[in-house]
């Protein structure tokens, strides 16, 4: 790019090893093991509020000296903090407590699943990512019908609860003209309609998100610098205008993501999808404590590596964010 | 940053349109038992399944048909709005108030009560929310009550992000420096000088909870935590038209499209909102 005109916005390797790049690495990093502080701490007070498990494990007329026994060995005539350690430590080394349900570990069990749950959600988030920054740029750049398209797509992504949506396309693509297939057993024809579904409201949110952007960015004065010196307009658009957008987006990608994760668990449901969804839904059903609480710790773990990987990721693109930025207050939902 | 629509003329146009769905639906909630043909759980095994009435074998009588039961989809739809909007403005509410209030604190005393408070918007964010919501609904069980409150847990972040925001804006200023000058307290200064200073962005960010509660309300019936299974919500009678989706479409279809309409109202409204109420946000973006 001989021709760039972007205001201090070239990535120079250089500075990737700078200390302050480092230091703002650094705050991140802490940042995150903060979050993830609060994430455990919750995840353990409220599974500590289901009661005594030792009720839950031993059958009622269990002898007084095994209840004992039981909770000296489980670790629960320990003071609350102790406990809490104690969990720590265990979900440090991946033991999350053994489910009431299948009787095994409950890490494995998890892990298992995720996979299902990251292929869904991975799907979605590319459609949402493929389709929504071009119909955010080119209804900003353009308007006409990409941006009558958007704005339809908006309201109705916005407004349609996902899995009502999943039903709906079920009823349609499957029932009525036997295009793809209702089951979620293998293929990439499976993915289609779970993906569709789950994509509709992250495509919705992205590309209104860079629409927003472009708009603004589109009237700034190195853009007009750009369209003076006669560079293409495809250029400005797509390459200088895109890349001074592409920060929020990929902030707010790594939100999107976390979003997902979340309504994947009702569009699982829907399309009877094998993932970490329907395992916790299943756990519900039993309660069965432990394999919600790890399903629960590992799924916040999850998202808070992937926003970690997002904000490294913006230093990236943009070196002038500067180290310990915190969320923004944006007022849109 | 996002809007619906880009010219004021047909975002006011819209904003009235989504104001007028969303009275209609108050009204409805209101009027229920003056609108709804039928009691919401009158059973009757012999017409069940009936298809709307405009279907071969539907019936007037039954306008959108009936469900497995033989129970009047309508008047279910109609007594449904009751416990929809209620639980959805109510947990909306309770947001506003635990999110309005933790906002002004982060904004206005910043450093450590920031750092907290910042602290804890990002832990709850850090939560998939449908899971975790799942997950405290199975601990402390469900009903109107808890569902409201774990539902006020999805929406104060968005009322504290914003109001934290605005606030941090605002401390700096002038009549905040002054009134601090002639030792008004602090307390004073959150209520009388900032909180009408943040309220409309924070009637903004209502709009668009109570959308999402009642987006995400339907979700947790649909999973079975939902306010009670019987009881009429749009989200359970979703959840049972799911095991009825191959044989009879409608049981799933009316629930689905009544609160798609009332949020895509809710939204718009809101988007209108933001307009009229909150004009810095707008130049802003």
Not at chain 1, 14 to 32: D, G, I, N
Not at chain 1, 115 to 135: M, Q, S, Y
Not at chain 2, 121 to 129: E, G
Request: charge should be positive; hydrophobic fraction near 55%; aromatic fraction near 8%.
């Amino acid at each position: 790019m001989s021709d760039t005109t972007l205001p201090s916005l070239k990535p120079s390797p250089r500075r990737a090893t700078s200390p302050l790049r480092s230091r703002a690495l650094r705050a991140r990093v802490s940042h995150a093991l903060a979050v993830l502080f609060g994430v455990s701490l919750l995840t353990f007070l409220v599974a500590h509020a289901t009661g005594d498990p030792v009720t839950l494990l031993l059958p009622a007329n269990a002898p007084e000296a095994t209840r004992i026994a039981l909770a000296h060995h489980l670790g629960l005539d320990q003071p609350l903090p102790v406990q809490y350690g104690l969990f720590l430590l265990h979900a440090l080394q991946g033991d999350f407590g053994r489910s009431f349900l299948y009787g095994q570990p409950v890490a494995p069990l998890v892990l298992q699943t995720l996979p299902a749950t990251l292929e869904l959600a991975a799907a979605a988030f590319c459609i949402a990512l493929l389709v929504g920054l071009p119909l955010g740029v080119l209804s900003a750049s353009r308007g006409g019908v990409a941006s009558a398209a958007l704005q339809l797509l908006s309201m109705l992504g916005l407004a349609m609860p996902a899995f009502w949506l999943g039903l709906m396309l079920v009823l349609v693509f499957a029932v009525q003209l036997h295009l793809l297939p209702v089951d979620s057993s293998g293929g990439v024809s499976h993915l289609v309609l779970p993906a569709l579904t789950l994509s509709l409201l992250s495509l919705a949110r992205i590309s209104r998100l860079v629409r927003s952007g472009m708009q603004e960015i589109l009237d700034r004065d190195f853009i007009r610098t750009a369209r003076a010196r006669g560079l293409p307009e495809w250029r400005v658009v797509w390459v200088h205008g895109l890349r001074n957008v592409l920060v929020p987006v990929v902030t707010m990608a790594g939100m999107e993501l976390g979003d997902l994760l979340s309504s994947a668990v009702v569009v699982e449901v829907v399309f009877a999808w094998p993932g970490i969804g329907r395992l916790s839904v299943e756990a519900l059903g039993a309660r069965d404590f432990p394999l919600l609480q790890g399903t629960v710790f590992i799924a916040g773990l999850g998202f808070v590596l992937i926003n970690l990987l997002a904000d490294i990721l913006c230093a990236r693109i943009d070196p002038r964010i500067a180290s310990g930025a915190t969320s923004s207050g944006s007022i849109a939902p | 940053m996002s809007r619906l629509s880009s010219s004021p003329r047909i975002s006011s146009g819209l904003g009235v349109a989504g104001a007028a769905l969303l009275a209609v639906a108050v009204l409805v909630a209101l009027a229920a038992p003056l609108i709804a043909p039928w009691p919401p759980m009158q059973i009757d095994l012999r017409a069940r399944f009936t298809p709307p009435a405009w279907e071969a074998h539907g019936v007037l009588r039954h306008l959108l048909g009936t469900d497995n039961l033989g129970r009047d989809i309508a008047s279910r739809i109609v007594w449904g709005a009751r416990i929809s909007l209620g639980v959805g403005v109510a947990a909306s509410l309770l947001g506003a108030a635990i999110g309005g209030t933790l906002g002004l604190c982060a904004g206005y005393f910043g450093r450590g009560v920031d750092a907290a408070i910042s602290w804890l918007i990002d832990v709850q964010l850090a939560f998939p929310f449908t899971l975790f919501a799942l997950f405290l609904l199975a601990v402390f069980g469900g009903g109107p009550g808890p569902v409201v409150v774990v539902l006020a847990l999805a929406t104060w972040v968005n009322y504290a992000r914003v109001v934290r925001a605005q606030v941090m804006a605002l401390r700096g200023q002038d009549f905040i420096l002054a009134a601090r000058a002639v030792g008004v307290p602090s307390g004073r200064i959150l209520l009388r000088y900032l909180l009408p200073a943040v309220a409309p962005a924070m009637v903004v960010v209502g709009s668009f909870s109570a959308a999402q509660a009642i987006l995400t309300q339907a979700a947790l019936s649909f999973l079975g935590v939902g306010v009670d299974p019987s009881s009429p919500s749009w989200g359970a009678m979703l959840d049972l038209g799911r095991s009825y989706i191959l044989s009879a479409w409608w049981m799933a279809t009316f629930p689905g499209v009544t609160i798609a309409l009332v949020v895509l109202g809710a939204n718009l409204l809101g988007d209108w909102l933001r307009e009229w109420l909150d004009p810095l946000a707008v130049s802003r973006r």
